[in-house]
């Protein structure tokens, strides 16, 4: 899994957690809600911009995002 993957994987995570909609969050972080399905499919990527907004909106902060991805995308490259 490459770090786009795991960061979305990431946010897909937190989104389930606090129990709100692929497209709630998108629209309530002021995004398509194609794109945010990109951002968690990891087909798109998010600027410093976007995660900050993805950040607000899921009620956390940027580094709890990256480092879910951090820990998802080391845990893929175990041996």
């Given amino acids: 899994m490459d770090i786009g993957e795991a960061f979305g994987k990431a946010v897909k995570i937190r989104r389930v957690e606090v129990g709100i909609s692929q497209e709630a969050l998108a629209d309530k972080a002021g995004f398509a809600r194609s794109f945010l399905s990109g951002i968690e499919l990891g087909s798109k990527s998010a600027t410093v911009n976007s995660v900050w907004r993805l950040a607000i909106a899921l ?21």
């Fill in 59 to 79: 009620d956390c902060k940027p580094s709890d995002l990256w480092l879910t991805a951090e820990r998802l995308h080391r845990g893929s490259h175990v041996i």
